[in-house]
């Protein structure tokens, strides 16, 4: 069994719908991301998992052995999450119970050899929950697009694109500089990433 701590959330989305659509065309279009982003999730999915995961064929992609031994654990993780619960302790028991049902079943082995393993895992998928679902809100899974980032989604772009014009004319910047204060551009070693205790990165020529 592999670590379900090593995929995010998105991930796991792009993941079942390649693997049930058998496109990244098909998943792009299903989950309303652009085809660029469900490409860049699948390399993402492709450097933590260590595998091709898909390999393709005339009849589009299809799943690696990695790729099928993953599939039930993400899908059952991913259809706990989706279930609606009348409050998040009940979410958490449940979630809880359910994949520990799973595992149990179809993971024998690990399941008697490293509960640790198996505790890990639920416990990831409970904070998956925990992070993005709130019933109490109505905010249930889906609720909202998640849009962090601009690589897996169109992040600030998706209103600070140039084009959303108001009556009179006037255009919602794409300015980062609107809404951010940049602490540092284009600075070699700046030190507020000292300060934060992140490493320096490269700067762009």
């Known amino acids: 069994m592999f670590n379900l701590r090593s995929l995010d ?5 792009v993941f079942v719908a390649i693997y049930e659509l058998g496109t990244v065309s098909g998943a792009a279009d299903h989950l ?36 099928k031994e993953m599939y039930p654990a993400i899908k059952q993780a991913l259809d706990a999450l989706k279930r609606v619960y009348p409050d998040r302790g009940t979410a958490g028991r449940e979630i809880a119970a359910t994949l520990d049902n799973f595992f149990r079943a179809k993971y024998p082995r690990i399941y008697a050899q490293d509960q640790a393993l198996v505790k890990t895992a639920i416990a990831h998928v409970q904070g998956i929950y925990a992070q993005n679902v709130f019933p109490e809100m109505k905010v249930t899974w889906g609720t909202y697009p998640n849009d962090l980032g601009h690589t897996d989604a169109p992040g600030c772009f998706r209103c600070h694109d140039g084009n959303h014009s108001s009556v009179d004319g006037r255009t919602i910047s794409n300015d ?13 070693d700046p030190k ?5 205790g992140l490493k320096p990165v490269p700067t762009i020529p």
Do not use: M, W, Y
């Open 176 to 188: 980062c500089a609107t809404c951010h204060d940049l602490l540092a551009v284009s600075e070699k």
């Open 9 to 13: 959330l998105n991930l796991l989305t």
């Open 32 to 67: 309303a991301l652009s085809q660029s982003a469900t490409s860049h999730a699948l390399s993402r999915l492709r450097e933590a998992c260590r595998d091709d995961l898909f390999v393709r064929t005339r009849q589009g992609l299809s799943p690696t052995p990695v790729a």
């Open 192 to 196: 507020i990433l000292t300060d934060l």
